[in-house]
């Protein structure tokens, strides 16, 4: 097998030399890499076709939503908006908990509201010193 990749190599540098890879498409931009590795492989290449067609699995798009949830709890400063959107986080957390079938110390942690209501508290504290 190694003569095989020295034989590779040197096609490669030779290429390289008669600059045949100096005009490709996406040069200078980092290769995306895509993280199968908790889908089974036979599944891989359905969830590869699903993903260049435009759609997600189930699983990703509640990921999406997770994360997008996430961002949204250090701007609201309303505290009913915080129990509705943390209520809402924690039920699309536990569905993609009970999606995955992950054992319970790799789950995804719950948010609780209590401590997000203190951190607003603290936060429209800080404000109202600060003059804003």
Known sequence: MDIIWKIADEKIREAMERGEFDNLPGKGKPVEIEDLSLVPPDLRPAYKLLKNAGYLPPEMELRKEIATLEAMLEEIDDERVLE????????????????????????????????????????KVRAAKEGK
Do not use: C, F, G, W
């Not at 209520?87 to 999606?99: D, Q, R, V």
């Open 84 to 123: 509705e959107t943390v209520a809402i986080l924690n039920e699309k957390i536990l569905s993609l908990n009970i999606m995955e079938k992950r054992s319970l110390p790799l789950e995804r942690k719950q948010y609780y509201a209590d401590a997000l209501r203190r951190k607003l508290r603290l936060k």
